[in-house]
């Protein structure tokens, strides 16, 4: 089923003039879907809705989301309402007067009373293979999860959280080394090619949108901070895997009496690597020159870290610059145990 969905009716001839596109978005994948909207002229948006800049770092700096940045530079007009739940956001997109919005990592749910309003409706772009990993982190998901495979499905949005008929999909497996960044990146990529054979075939009605099974549906949430503390009662691989779903986002770390300790990297060790006897879980240990965590099934080779307000280095550094790490436990969350992201 990769690529778009055809039609059992047969081509429509094209529309004259080009279609009318608004683009919703706002993070990385989405501003990689709008350069390739932005290189024909068939699928220039006319306008471009994105989420208001936020404050930023220690100084508090307005910042523009990467889609809105793009749209300035592009001279694209540009909407940043605070809602879409109000009768201001339906006039706005009424008086643009849409043939398709298309969707993409928008960060926010687009109510029911604007998806009527574009003629052929509102299109998402969703990095994941749905039905699994609906919600705003599929791709922390799919790498917390250990899935084998992910991709990009392209659906015809309705009331629900990604749960719109699929109209086009790709797949891409994994190899169990990714990082949400880089697998972002490449799914972005994947998207771009999709899009672009889903957009003509669209507008001119050749596709038929098969509807979701809800057999292995999943849900995702947006991560917080504390999603990123490490809970040595999980096996090491679980906690491997949460470390690259969770960069840069929220990051990784476990508590020690020396403070808050950021793990950039870490890694399994192999079995024949982990026999510790009477090593308590939760353990911080020698690991040749460097530092590794007991787990309930095996050991987490810290092999980058940063204690708060520190610079990054090696195990090995760190070992040898803060010795007393050795035979120190980590400090659990408040008796939540915590879980890969959903």
Do not use: K
């Not at 990529?189 to 949108?209: N, Q, S």
């Not at 099934?297 to 940063?306: D, H, V, Y």
């Amino acid at each position: 089923m990769d690529g778009p969905l055809p039609s059992a009716h047969g081509a429509r001839p094209a529309t004259a003039r080009p279609a009318r596109i608004v683009f919703f978005g706002s993070g990385p994948f989405a501003a990689t879907l709008l350069d390739r909207l932005l290189a024909d002229p068939a699928t220039r948006p006319v306008a471009v809705v994105s989420t208001p800049d936020r404050p930023s770092g220690r100084d508090g700096i307005p910042t523009a989301t990467p889609v809105a940045a793009r749209a300035r530079g592009a001279g694209l007009d540009l909407r940043q309402p605070a809602t879409l739940r109000d009768t201001a956001a339906v006039a706005m997109l009424r008086d643009l007067d849409p043939d398709l919005a298309v969707v993409a990592d928008y960060g926010r749910i687009v109510p029911a009373t604007l998806l009527d309003i574009p003629r052929r409706g509102f299109l998402n772009v969703h990095p994941s293979l749905l039905p699994r990993h609906r919600g705003a982190t599929p791709v922390p998901a799919a790498i917390a999860a250990g899935d084998r495979e992910t991709g990009v499905t392209v659906i015809a949005m309705d009331a629900g959280v990604d749960t719109g008929p699929i109209v086009a999909v790709t797949r891409r497996p994994l190899d169990g080394t990714e990082s949400t960044p880089d697998l972002e990146a490449a799914l972005a990529t994947d998207g771009v090619a999709l899009l672009a054979a889903t957009l003509g075939p669209w507008l001119r009605e050749e596709i038929d949108a098969v509807p979701q099974s809800d057999d292995g549906a999943t849900s995702t949430r947006p991560l917080r901070r504390e999603d990123g503390r490490l809970d040595p009662t999980q096996p090491a691989i679980v906690l491997e895997r949460r470390i690259r779903a969770l960069r840069p986002w929220p990051g990784s770390f476990v508590e020690v009496p020396a403070g808050r300790l950021i793990v950039h990297d870490g890694a399994a060790a192999t079995p024949g690597d982990t026999a510790r006897p009477g090593v308590a879980v939760g353990s911080i240990v020698a690991d040749g020159d460097g530092l590794a965590l007991a787990t309930s099934e095996g050991l987490l080779r810290l092999t980058r870290l940063q204690l708060a307000g520190g610079r990054v280095m090696s195990a090995a550094e760190m070992r040898r610059g803060r010795p007393a790490l050795v035979g120190s436990t980590v400090r659990a969350a408040s008796g939540v145990r915590e879980s890969a992201p959903t």
